[in-house]
């Protein structure tokens, strides 16, 4: 039977410890485990490769994102560096020119140096993407909604252009969570997330993850995970479980502060511009109805006539709202994209896709709504 969403975040690979009947996941601490004779093991011969504790996990991210199956990382950026070593010298890949700084780093700064040729491209646009295509793509890699813009790539449009082209196509979910999104539906191969985020939830924890369902893409994939070992301990994979255990609500109380701090800002006289993909006018508004269940809780501003001394100063005046990179936690953050998260990528090329200077990304967290907003009226004031 297909359990619904919050019952798979709950149950989903974590079954009551069958020695003991400890109901919640036991960490296990061990980096290695007894065999009967040399290769009679009972599934698990070295942490590096599989731990039981990361297996539930992994499990259970399958689970959220309807994928048959799932490897845990050290971080996000180990999760894409996996996916990124499946590619040989002379490989091209087709990614969006507003995506996490980390992301565009790895791409312009480690991987080319191997040979390997990356197209930036607004992913917003399907025809973009296929414009880009030739006999040596080899991965599509988009993000949607992007970091800090908010802007939204057609899952389903991209991934029928790359079925026919017979291209990899893996999409950074970080942003909407599987409780908004699942790539795997609308026709990705691959779903990447940062687990930092959403989906830890409390900000104690960086770890990255794939999701997919071709069992050769997962054998490739593993292939490499255990290879390369960018494998993530029991102990983070415990406090995982925990957090994606209230993953739906937190994601409802995150999607509705959002919501309320998008509209309260919209009207706010201080701001010129708000990115927020629940607004009618935002140009992917209907691609976001259409691929998402509501709208999440990232939230991005232009100050109006503001320098970036006085942006600084707005960024470094809150009481509930933190400065601090990250998003997704319960609390409440504000991030400066230009000096902070996206500091990696050239002034041109930020500035191009609307990360100026006097943009604010706002991770809208789950305190109670009155205080966020007094919060933002008195930092503006
Ligand atoms: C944070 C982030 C990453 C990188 O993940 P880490 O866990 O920090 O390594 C990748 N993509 C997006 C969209 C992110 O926000």
Redo the contacts with the bound molecule.
């Keep these: 039977m297909e359990y619904k969403f919050a019952t798979k975040a709950i149950h989903a690979g974590q079954k009551s410890d069958p020695t003991t009947g400890a109901v919640m996941t036991p960490i296990y601490q061990t980096s290695t485990y007894q065999q009967a004779a040399p290769g009679d093991h009972k599934g698990y011969e070295y942490s590096r490769g599989t731990n039981p504790t990361r297996k539930a996990l992994e499990d259970c991210l399958a689970a959220l994102e309807n994928g048959k199956h799932a490897l845990a990382f050290a971080?996000?950026?180990?999760?894409?560096e996996t996916v990124l070593k499946l590619l040989r010298p002379g490989d091209e890949v087709i990614t969006g020119d507003d995506?996490?700084g980390?992301?565009y780093r790895i791409f312009t700064k480690v991987f080319a140096h191997y040979g390997i040729k990356f197209h930036f491209v607004n992913t917003s646009e399907p025809a973009a993407v296929q414009e880009k295509i030739n006999a040596n793509t080899r991965l599509i890699w988009v993000?949607t909604p992007t970091?800090p813009t908010l802007k939204l790539a057609d899952i389903e449009a991209i991934g029928r252009i790359a079925k026919t082209a017979g291209v990899l196509f893996a999409v950074?979910n970080?942003?909407a969570s599987p409780y908004l999104q699942n790539p795997l539906d609308l026709g990705a191969d691959i779903v990447?997330h940062?687990?930092?985020?959403y989906i830890g939830g409390h900000s104690d924890v960086?770890?990255?993850a794939l999701v997919m369902n071709d069992k050769a893409l997962y054998d490739d994939l593993f292939f490499y995970y255990n290879a390369c070992g960018g494998t993530p301990g029991p102990q983070d994979a415990f406090l995982v479980l925990r957090g994606i255990k209230t993953l739906h609500l937190r994601m409802k109380a995150h999607c509705e502060n959002g919501r309320q701090v998008a509209e309260f800002l919209r009207k706010h006289p201080r701001i010129e511009q708000v990115y927020w993909p629940g607004f009618e006018d935002h140009p992917g508004h209907a691609v976001a109805k259409k691929q998402m269940r509501d709208f999440g809780g990232m939230v991005s501003v232009v100050l109006k006539d503001a320098s970036l001394a006085e942006t600084f100063r707005i960024a470094g005046s809150f009481k509930v709202f933190t400065l601090a990179e990250?998003?997704g936690g319960v609390e409440s953050l504000i991030n400066h994209p230009a000096t902070m998260?996206h500091g990696s990528i050239p002034k041109e090329a930020r500035e191009r896709v609307g990360v100026v200077d006097s943009l604010i990304r706002i991770s809208v967290g789950v305190e109670d709504i009155t205080d966020l907003l007094a919060d933002l009226e008195q930092a503006l004031a």
């Design positions: 971080s996000g950026m180990a999760a894409t995506l996490y980390g992301s993000e970091n950074d970080t942003f990447m940062s687990v930092t985020k960086v770890m990255g990250s998003l998260t």
